[in-house]
């Protein structure tokens, strides 16, 4: 068993649980369910965006344990005062420490950045918890889901205003899986079977998601001259997170950076 294996079956026990105790009616009565939702598209399309996705996560089974002391309003906060587009809150507990407390952490720090909910959406019920806990974007894992779900899943996230994150590892996946209901296209540069990376991975894909769709380039993307290089082929998103919370203030690390594609310089992100 894969740990993709271990992650989707860990995450049908506890969609079911969450759903025995918070109904779909009490998630729509959320607060944070009516909020306005902000334009990942929109953010990063902008004349002036950085097209930075920055993540906030604390641990990863590749990685182990990132940063388990930073505040996440804190963090997300320096964020967007760095530079950053949109941001991502994992909110997956088990394999990466994140919680639904985060996500709405984040959104009250930050009412009007888009805010992705990193998460392995399995489940319609998903996505009523990311609109309740303030998402304005959601995942959807190709190598998680069949096309079918693909389109059902990210018809229903737009019926609440929510904009679908497309994630593939591979041109079958690619071809399989985009539809017309997708907003984003993420190129995860890291195999999710094998927890192997490689940039090669979006050089390959990139001529074969049309423009039409935002393109996003994820994993190990550590400096400016990588982000710089997947630029010139066509990306125009970038979604970082460990090389940003490897270091005490993941916010300074977002600004180094984006000082460093401004001047076109190449040094690589340190602590």
Known sequence: MTILDRIIAQKRIEVAQHRASVSERVLESCPLFDLRVNSATAAIRASDSTGIIAEFKRKSPSKGLINGTVDVSETTRGYVESGAACLSVLTDEPFFGGTPADLQAARQANLTTPILRKDFVIDSYQLLQAKAWGADLVLLIAACLSPAEVRSLSEFAHELGLEVL??????????????????LVGVNNRNLKTFETSIETSIRLVDLIPSSFVRVTESGLHDAATMLQLREVGYDAFLIGEAFMRTPTPGEALATLVSQLNAKQISPITN
């Open 166 to 183: 497309l994630e593939v590892h591979d041109a079958d996946e690619l071809d399989r899986s985009l539809c017309d209901t997708i907003d």
